[in-house]
Structure formats: structure tokens, C-alpha cells
């Protein structure tokens, strides 16, 4: 399969028309709202835009690599009502696989009557592409694979000028090391790269890994597997900004 980077926080794959997305965490408005600030709910917007996405590409099937909910380790009211019939309208239009992610523990409880598939978050593979969330090493049988997606990261990249700061979603673009890889498994791997992919509700914010204080967080980062000191950074956009290393402040 080829991977197609869209405008979008998103990818298709091609000639599957697979749609790939992450880190939706829906309900975050409640966290908003505990600290002070009242906002909308934005799960009609993001699902507005996921239709888009769908009928702009024709994609035939959706995965959602983790953290479709906000809120741990409780589920808020607003999750509890929004989430299963937000399920329930994509599962109508398509084919909707759900890997797992680090706040998606008690999903199974929301989907109420959707049609989705739900993945561990050690991931799955479709022919030479594995789909993992990233909070956790992924299943074995990714070594099979010759890309890995992964999520979590949550990547941002901050510009300064004149004592302004703005940041910008990014994808991080990342060789492997398969030595790492191979010494956790035991096994001979064949993943040649890994795509970090930005949020797609850009209400959660982002990690600055350009910033000095950019912690990895994840064992696939925490562990070099993935080398992310290196990464290819590239805007939504298209626009490539370069190694990270050569960026990094």
C-alpha cells in the first residue's frame, strides 16, 4: 500500500482507501470547563469533518489509532452521551476499526449500538503497514511490516518571533533502529520507518518537539526504536521544515 499525506490531520492509503486518523479525545471540553473555561462541544464539528474526509477521498474503511475519548480515568457525562452516537453515525458509513489508545480503557462501554471494530493497543497490520496507538510496544507480528503509524505524540512545532509564540501541527517522518526493535523481540524485524501523526482536535494542544524540553513519551520513543532525534518534519501543509536535529532550539 502507499501512504497519501493529506491537508488534513490525516492519511489515506492507497489503493485501499483506508482513512487513518488519531487522537480525537473527545469530551475535552469537560476538562475545559473544570478549569474555568465554558465551550461548546466540538464532537459534531470533528464528525462533520471526519464526513468530509470520508467523501472527499471515497475511503472504504477508517482507523482511529487511539484516544477516540478525553477523559481518565472517569468518563464524563458528555462522553457517555456523545461518543455512541458519534460511533454509531461513522459505523453507518463505513467500515471503523479502533486501536486502542492510553484513554480509551473503558470504550467498549461506549459504543453503544456501532458496528466497530476495537483493537489492543499493541495494534494490528494490514499488508506491510502496522497500526499502533504508541503508549505501548506494539504486537510482534508488526515486524512484519515495512511501516509503522503510530499516534500518542501529539507533535507540535513552536516558531518565535518577536517575543511571540506560535505552534504548528506536524508529522514527524522517523527511521527506525532495528537493533532495538530486535533486541526487545527477539526477532528479526523489518520496519524500515514510522510516521508520527499530529491530533486530529486540535482543542488537545500539542508536544513542541523542536523545544529543548520536549520529553518523549511512549516506549517506542523512550527507547530510540523510533528515532525520533532525526525525524523529517513536515506541516499539514506539505511544507517540510527539515531534520529535527538541525531545527531542535
Not at 458509513?93 to 470504550?107: A, L
Not at 512484519?144 to 518577536?162: G, N, Q
Request: aromatic share 8%; with cysteine.
Amino acid at each position: 500500500m502507499r501512504i497519501k499525506f493529506l491537508t488534513e490531520p490525516a492519511l489515506l492509503l492507497e489503493p485501499d482507501k483506508i482513512l487513518v486518523i488519531a487522537d480525537l479525545h473527545l469530551g475535552i471540553e469537560y476538562e475545559i470547563f473544570r478549569a474555568g473555561v465554558k465551550i461548546p462541544s466540538q464532537t459534531q464539528k470533528i464528525q462533520d469533518k471526519i464526513d468530509s474526509l470520508i467523501k472527499q477521498t471515497k475511503a472504504k474503511q477508517l482507523i482511529i489509532l487511539g484516544d477516540i475519548k478525553h477523559n481518565i480515568p472517569i468518563t464524563s457525562w458528555q462522553e457517555t452521551q456523545e461518543i455512541p452516537k458519534f460511533l454509531e453515525h461513522l459505523s453507518k458509513k463505513i467500515k471503523v476499526t479502533i486501536v486502542k489508545g492510553n484513554h480509551d480503557g473503558d470504550i467498549d462501554t461506549l459504543l453503544g449500538k456501532a458496528k466497530v471494530k476495537i483493537v489492543e493497543p499493541s495494534g494490528f497490520r494490514i499488508k506491510n503497514i502496522g497500526f499502533v496507538h504508541g503508549q505501548a510496544w506494539f504486537d510482534k507480528d508488526l515486524l512484519e511490516c515495512e511501516h509503522l503509524i503510530v499516534a500518542h505524540i501529539h507533535p507540535v512545532v513552536e516558531f518565535f518571533s518577536h517575543g511571540s509564540r506560535i505552534t504548528e501541527h506536524c508529522w514527524l517522518h522517523c527511521d527506525v533502529d532495528n537493533e532495538v526493535i530486535e533486541k526487545k523481540f527477539k526477532k528479526k524485524s523489518k520496519i524500515k520507518n514510522a510516521i508520527v501523526m499530529p491530533v486530529f482536535n486540535h482543542l488537545i494542544g500539542g508536544c513542541a518537539v523542536n523545544s529543548k524540553d520536549f520529553e518523549p513519551i511512549g516506549p517506542l520513543l523512550q527507547n530510540n526504536a523510533i528515532n525520533w532525534k532525526e525525524a523529517g518534519i513536515y506541516l499539514l501543509d506539505g511544507t517540510y521544515l527539515g531534520k529535527l536535529d538541525k531545527i531542535k532550539k
